[in-house]
C-alpha cells in the first residue's frame, strides 16, 4: 500500500467550526512577564472581558455587537487588569482578556454580560472574535482554577503575559492546560450512531464523546469510548477535525469510527438513548425537516461530523 502523507482535502474541516476563527498572531516566543502589562499601556490595545462563563458585550453603531472594549473603558467597568493576560497581536493591535464582574445589575445599558453558549450559537460576534473568546476564556478560568501550587501548595503568580504561573515558594512552573475529549461518528453502511445526553435539549441526538484518558492515544479512547457508551466495537478510526471548546479549556478531536457489530448496548446512566440512523433520518435532522429530532447546531463539531457523513457519496 502507497503511504500518502497528504491524502486530506485542501480546506482542512476545522477551519469550518465554531471556535476556530482566530486569527491573533500568539507570538508565543516573545511572551516576557511584563508583557500584559506593556500591552496595557499601548491605545490601540483592546480587551475581551470576561467572569463566571458570560463575556461582556457593547452594543454596536449598526447591526451586531462589539465583544472588544478599550483600557479606559474596560477600567471604567471594574475589569481586574492587574490579572489582564495577553492573547496576542491582531491586524489591528495586542489584544488582552481581563476578568470582570459580569452582574447585570453594575453594568451600563449599552453593555450586556452573555453567557458563552448563546453567543456561539446565536453568532452574536463574528468568527474572529468567537475564535479570541475562545482563548480567553480557556486562559482566564484556567487561572481562576489554578491560584494555587499542585505541588507545595503555596499561591502562584502570573508570568509570562499569562501563559504560565510561578510558584515562588517552591520555583514550579505550571502551563495552561487544554483537556483533550474524543468525539466520534459510530458509521456502518448506510448508518450510524447517535445518542441522547440526559441533559440535551429536547430531540437532540448528537456524537458520542469522552475525555482521552493519561496513557491512551486518540484512537483508543475513541474504541474506549464507543464500547462503553454504546456497546459498540469499532475497527478503523480516523480523525475529521477539531474543536477549540471553552468548557472551561478542551479541545474536541472529532473521528469516524467502523462499527463492526449491530447490536447497541447503551449505558443508561450516561445516556438516555442511543440507537441506529440512517443517511435518510440524520439528512433530514441536519435540514431540520425531521418533525422531532434533530442534531447539535451548525457551528459544532457534532454537527460538522455528522454533515461530513451524511452528504458523502453512499458506499456503492
Ligand atoms: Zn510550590
Known amino acids: 500500500m502507497t503511504f500518502r502523507l497528504f491524502d486530506a482535502p485542501q480546506a482542512e474541516p ?13 507570538q508565543s516566543e516573545k511572551r516576557e512577564d511584563d508583557s500584559a502589562e506593556k500591552a496595557l499601556a499601548d491605545p490601540s490595545s483592546r480587551l475581551m472581558l470576561m467572569g463566571s462563563g458570560r463575556i461582556l458585550l457593547k452594543a454596536g453603531d449598526d447591526a451586531g455587537a462589539s465583544s472588544y472594549f478599550g ?11 492587574a490579572n489582564a493576560v495577553l492573547l496576542g497581536t491582531a491586524p489591528d493591535g495586542p489584544v488582552l482578556a481581563a476578568p470582570v464582574a459580569t452582574d447585570e445589575a453594575g453594568l451600563p445599558q449599552t453593555v450586556k454580560a452573555m453567557e458563552y ?15 479570541s473568546l475562545a482563548q480567553g476564556a480557556s486562559l482566564l478560568a484556567w487561572h481562576a482554577n489554578h491560584r494555587f501550587c499542585g505541588k507545595c501548595g503555596q499561591p502562584t503568580e502570573m508570568r509570562a503575559g499569562g501563559y504560565k504561573r510561578l510558584c515562588t515558594a517552591c520555583r514550579t512552573e505550571h502551563f ?10 459510530s458509521v456502518q453502511r448506510d448508518r450510524c450512531v447517535l445518542g ?11 456524537a458520542l464523546a469522552g475525555f482521552i484518558e493519561p496513557g491512551e492515544t486518540i484512537e483508543a479512547a475513541v474504541r474506549r469510548e464507543t464500547l462503553e457508551e454504546a456497546g459498540i466495537r469499532l475497527g478503523r478510526v480516523v480523525y475529521h477535525a477539531s474543536q477549540p471548546w471553552p468548557f472551561p479549556y ?4 472529532g473521528c469516524f469510527g467502523e462499527a ?5 448496548e447503551a449505558d443508561l446512566a450516561e445516556l438516555e438513548d442511543c440507537r441506529w440512523f440512517d443517511r435518510a433520518e440524520v439528512l433530514s435532522m441536519l435540514e431540520r425537516t425531521h418533525p422531532t429530532l434533530m442534531v ?15 452528504e458523502a457519496a453512499p458506499p456503492a
Open 14 to 26: 476545522s477551519r469550518f467550526v465554531g471556535f476556530a476563527g482566530n486569527i491573533i498572531d500568539r
Open 260 to 264: 463492526l457489530n449491530d447490536e447497541i
Open 250 to 253: 478542551s479541545l474536541m478531536i
Open 117 to 131: 453558549r448563546p453567543v456561539y450559537m446565536q453568532g452574536l460576534i463574528d468568527a474572529t472574535a468567537l475564535g
Open 71 to 81: 483600557v479606559q473603558e474596560a477600567r471604567a467597568l471594574g475589569a481586574d487588569l
Open 296 to 310: 447539535p447546531p451548525h457551528g459544532s463539531i457534532a454537527h460538522h461530523l455528522i454533515r461530513a457523513w451524511a
Open 196 to 206: 441522547r445526553g440526559r441533559h440535551f435539549a429536547p430531540g437532540v441526538y448528537s
Open 176 to 185: 495552561p492546560r487544554t483537556d483533550p475529549v474524543a468525539i466520534m461518528l
